[in-house]
């Protein structure tokens, strides 16, 4: 598994989908809806298959090579862009 970079949220959970997005890890809804129902995307290292997941903080999401962690804290430097 890819180092996970941490990504905040405001709110105590996010689904899925938005998460893929807050993170740029894709670049639209549409995107995320193909990724995760081609089984691409993976939730604390289970292949997930729900765009509605509710993620907390500490759950871990891969997809493409790449890892984002939920966070409730401020992400410094650790963010690719």
């Not at 998460?19 to 894709?26: G, N, P, R």
């Not at 500490?58 to 410094?76: K, N, Y």
Request: aromatic share 4%; charged share 30%; hydrophobic share 40%.
């Amino acid at each position: 598994m890819p180092q996970p970079f941490d990504v905040p949220i405001r709110d105590e959970a996010i689904r899925l989908g938005q998460f893929l997005k807050l993170a740029s890890l894709i670049e639209s809804g549409s995107e995320a809806k193909q990724v995760i129902g081609a089984g691409l995307v993976r939730v604390n290292g289970e292949v997930e298959e729900r765009r509605g997941r509710r993620l907390v903080v500490g759950d871990v999401v891969e997809v493409g090579g790449q890892a984002a962690r939920v966070s409730d804290t401020d992400a410094g430097d650790d963010l690719p862009w």
